[in-house]
């Protein structure tokens, strides 16, 4: 690894060390209160949502006023097949998130057994947008289900206050969730892209995912299931921190041993978490001492190419276990339907797998048909320029989640 590599390596990270958001998921909430005849309905949007809507349904003066239009076409509701009508104008207020609230009133025409809800609202304006609703029914218990593209409609007991969707149901829209999430969850993606920096040997790529599958299955089991509750932030920045161990090995790492991985990786760590205590990052002092110890650790376990080739199943599930708690953080946030948990959790987990095994078969594929150009004359410099780029991007992520900027 020439000085000059070095060299570009740490002003990449330092470049590349601003805020990041790597998920970006089209989204938004509501809560209902069904009481008798009367139907309340409370809704959540960030303005980013709503100024989407104009190429549907024009131009109004207010994202307030945008948005209550909006939902008075694109909502409807029936009690036993008999449509509830809006009682009274539709009141909007923007919170302190910024968010704007809509709520929206209903009288149904009778009491019946099953209520219906149709939402049609911002699906054609965002394909991938996910619908998050709570609904308490009289005197029974909250439930929480989801609306999409491809569901847009939801019945409810007026009884028992339950979902009537069927286990079946859950579990492939879950897996609609899980598929879209890996797609739209570039660190998870990154992660991915570095495995294969690794080793491109097929049979040593399906061990290696596979490795990652069994670590990130059992931490979203657990998380999901509320058996371990981890910090949101602090897992969010380790999962930058494995990007970017991870390409630096594949970056710095030589066919014969040369410690420069060792030495950049606690020289950084080090500095890091010292600005971290002093200026107040999330992470804390003991996570700080755990990283420093697994990482001397590992890279004496990992001192060649050879060794990160031949190690890299095993080290992947331990990568894996992070990735899962990121995965269970967002499969919280969606909430999983009472009665049909296991359901849901092996829907969702199933359509992260469905999502992995398609990125790493496009990617290899790729590679394989760039293989065939005059390309390969550039094999060495492209593959530093996209362990760089990984590097930087696990730094972006890593520090800028650290310190919440």
Not at 277 to 305: H, M
Not at 315 to 325: R, Y
Request: charged share 15%.
């Amino acid at each position: 690894m020439s000085k000059f590599k070095l060299g570009v390596v740490i002003v990449l990270c330092f470049l590349f060390s601003l805020p990041a958001n790597s998920h970006q998921i089209s989204q938004s909430f509501s809560n209902w209160t069904i009481e008798e005849r009367n139907v309340t309905a409370i809704f959540s949007v960030a303005p980013r949502y709503i100024t989407l809507l104009p190429v549907l349904d024009g131009y109004y003066d207010s994202l307030e006023d945008q948005l209550s239009n909006h939902l008075k076409k694109n909502i409807k509701i029936l009690s036993n097949e008999k449509v509830c009508e809006i009682s009274s104008q539709i009141l909007t207020r923007q919170n302190e998130d910024n968010s704007i609230k809509a709520m929206l009133n209903f009288e149904c025409p009778e009491n019946g057994n099953i209520l219906s809800i149709e939402n049609k609202s911002f699906f054609d304006a965002s394909a991938g947008h996910i619908h998050f609703a709570r609904i308490k029914i009289n005197s029974n218990d909250w439930e929480e289900t989801i609306f999409t593209s491809t569901r847009k409609k939801n019945e409810f007991s007026l009884i028992s206050g339950k979902n009537q969707q069927s286990a079946l149901e859950v579990f492939f829209d879950y897996i609609k969730l899980g598929f879209e999430h890996i797609l739209l969850g570039f660190d998870h993606l990154a992660f991915l892209m570095t495995l294969l920096l690794i080793s491109l040997n097929l049979k040593k790529v399906f061990l290696t995912v596979t490795g990652f599958t069994i670590g990130h299955s059992v931490t979203l089991a657990l998380a999901a299931l509320g058996l371990i509750q981890p910090s949101t932030v602090a897992i969010e920045a380790l999962i930058g921190f494995t990007i970017l161990l991870v390409a630096s090995q594949a970056l710095l790492l030589e066919n014969e041993k040369n410690g420069i991985f060792l030495k950049s990786s606690l020289c950084f760590l080090i500095t890091l978490g010292l600005a971290s205590i002093i200026f107040g990052g999330i992470v804390s002092p003991l996570t700080w001492i755990g990283l420093i110890i697994f990482t001397i650790s590992y890279a004496y376990l990992v001192e060649t190419k050879k060794d990160a080739e031949a190690y890299n199943p095993a080290l992947t599930l331990v990568f894996g276990l992070i990735h899962g708690f990121g995965f269970a953080s967002v499969l919280l946030e969606l909430g999983l339907p009472k009665g049909k948990t296991v359901s849901a959790l092996f829907g969702f987990n199933l359509g992260v797998e469905l999502g992995q095994i398609l990125v790493v078969v496009l990617a290899i594929s790729t590679l394989y048909v760039l293989g065939k150009t005059k390309l390969i004359n550039y094999k060495e410099n492209l593959y530093n320029i996209s362990a760089l780029l990984l590097v930087a991007l696990g730094t972006f992520w890593f520090v800028g989640r650290i310190f919440s900027l």
